[in-house]
């Protein structure tokens, strides 16, 4: 039977496989587009050095997030080559930083988690927090929209997992402190996460090492490291001179009352939309699943602690997801953006996975006959036909987008003959995003995106006359 098991969970690690393959082989192509222009102007014209230090005075683009600067200082001399290793290479490091960390906490707890079990784990919520995003192409295959709201959601693992590390070592709470800083610089909703976790954390060693816990004493420190220099990221993200200046264009913000009104009915709503929607619960049902049959009755379960953690995570989850609409309800007094909102998808998804999991361990445990494992068994098989579809539906996506990459490849052609022909304007073709659900290409002069076309003009030392699709 154990041996059944360990061959049987290999067959949804296929699966889930197959699937982040299809979103990796999508960043083949993967291009250049609206801000990401001003910022490889800048890099090529000023260089990575004076690019960072528009921290503190450009406005063109958000240059205030300083750890997209670095990122995508760091991938530019790369060119559209770097671009199309950012996909395979991030989807990589971020299922290494949930195995890790769910190896770390498995370990904390007491409880075994074999490392299949775990990347099994980590697949499915990497995938369905990717297929499940309200704004897959900015969320994923725009470089800016990818390093400033998907990347630091691969960093926070890591961050976490050398937190809970009991080893403890100068070098590493150096390297804990630069790791926060860089993962809290990308966005004001993903810091604003990270600080959350951080906090709960912190608190929780704290208390702990007052009980002299072994594991609270060894931890509290780099908890404590890593918490201050995430705060210290989110005041160089909300104190940037760059930020106050584009603030003022919304207006006044909200005050605290009107906040707390507006996070909580943000909250609300998005939570009870999340467990309302089907996709959810057959995540939930699929890592229940894989819960029940992928495991065996190892130690007997205390069933009102095992509901209170399941109720801790629920609530955990909710904090998160407040923390991460909390800086647009504050600005803008709405919801954020459709990209910034695979950060709150990213964190039900996770909950979901993880009660589910839960849930069947803790079924595995109470009451397993033998004639139920053979049955969700072959449940749990016949589960895996709703990934597949949306392997398939996604698959749709790789025309598109092949589409899209030739027809910028051909642009990009065009504009560098004519650089080479020392002409000092060429005629181009706007491409159109409506196919991938919008994003900002070139426009005229007459049009909102213009200064898209002058970063780009900038970038390319060309006049581009742009030719509405």
Known sequence: MRLEKKHLAFIPLAVFLMGLGVYAYLGIYFRYWADDWCYNADFRNLGFLETLRGYSYNVTYTPSRYSVTILAGLFYPLGVFGLQLLVPLSLLLWTGGLVRLSRSVSALSGFSLP????????????????????????????????????????LIPWVLTFVIDQNRSAIKTIFIALLSLLTGGFSEASCTVLVSILAVYTVIAFIGSRYKKPWAEKTFVNALVALTFAIIAMALLVFAPTTQLRAERYGEPASLSELIVLVFNFTRAFVTLSIKDYQHLLIFVLAGLFGFVLNSKERDINIPKTIGLGIGIFLFAVLLVAASLTPSAYVERGLPIERTQIIPRHIMVFAFVALGWITGYALRNFFAPLWLQKTLIVVSLLMLIFPILTILKSSDYISIYQTRAQLWDEREATILSAVAGDQSRV?????????????????PPDKKGYWITRCAEDYYQIKLQVILP
């Open 115 to 154: 490392t299949p079990q775990a990347t099994l784990l980590s697949f499915v919520i990497i995938y369905f927090t990717i297929y499940l995003a309200p704004h897959l192409y900015q969320s994923v295959y725009w470089n800016t929209g990818f390093f400033t709201y998907t990347f630091p959601l691969i």
């Open 427 to 443: 005629e181009v073709l706007a491409i159109d995003g409506a196919p991938v659900g919008g994003i900002r290409d070139f426009d």
